[in-house]
T-cell receptor, first 112, second 114 residues
């Protein structure tokens, strides 16, 4: 069945780059998403990538997609303490059900 | 534009009581999703609707849980009777039909059953 896996925790120093990784199993995934959840808040969409793209850049965020290995990553350049949050990877399969499959989330801790 | 609106933000009640969580999706969105988030189980999809019709309720834990969407701008998730293990944050999300459209989440209802 469909599954999305993420590592649970990442700790970096302020100013360093953060790389959050995600693997998925559905080879028919059409879109892949990154969401950010700050304490006490809902999930906020950060960015998404279409499955026929390898890379997408948006200011400090870079998304890399390796479709062959079913591997997605989110790189945050110059990580700030305000980036501390839980980051969720999600994939949408080929069937247009509107349903997303979420990973379990990666907690990013940024140390000053 | 108004986002997804959930109420209440916090609910504390005693076990056995009925709990009703409410959600107003973004206008024009035809999909609505209910999720539950706990430390132990992460983010779980409970049920989702398309054009007010329930499509998949396989994530609903048991018969104590029910969800309705009487119109395009309102949905409820009800727990009756509530139990302490139902304590969690419940999120509502909505999206449009088109394939690339992401889900937009509300701020959630933090539910504590004593």
């Amino acid at each position: 069945g469909e599954d999305v896996e993420q590592s649970l925790f990442l700790s970096v120093r302020e100013g360093d780059s953060s790389v959050i990784n995600c693997t998925y199993t559905d080879s028919s995934s059409t879109y892949l998403y990154w969401y950010k959840q700050e304490p006490g808040a809902g999930l906020q969409l950060l960015t998404y990538i279409f499955s026929n793209m390898d890379m997408k850049q948006d200011q400090r965020l870079t998304v890399l997609l390796n479709k062959k290995d079913k591997h997605l990553s989110l790189r945050i350049a110059d990580t700030q303490t305000g980036d501390s949050a839980i980051y969720f990877c999600a994939e949408r399969g080929s069937s247009n059900t509107g349903k997303l499959i979420f990973g379990q989330g990666t907690t990013l801790q940024v140390k000053p | 534009d108004a986002g997804v609106i959930q109420s209440p933000r916090h609910e504390v009640t005693e076990m056995g009581q009925e709990v009703t969580l409410r959600c107003k999706p973004i206008s024009g969105h035809d999909y609505l999703f209910w999720y539950r988030q706990t430390m132990m189980r992460g983010l779980e999809l409970l049920i989702y609707f398309n054009n007010n019709v329930p499509i998949d309720d396989s994530g609903m834990p048991e018969d104590r849980f029910s969800a309705k969407m009487p119109n395009a701008s309102f949905s409820t998730l009800k727990i009756q009777p509530s139990e302490p293990r139902d304590s969690a944050v419940y999120f509502c999300a909505s999206s449009r039909t088109a394939n690339n459209q992401p889900q937009h989440f509300g701020d959630g209802t933090r539910l504590s059953i004593l």
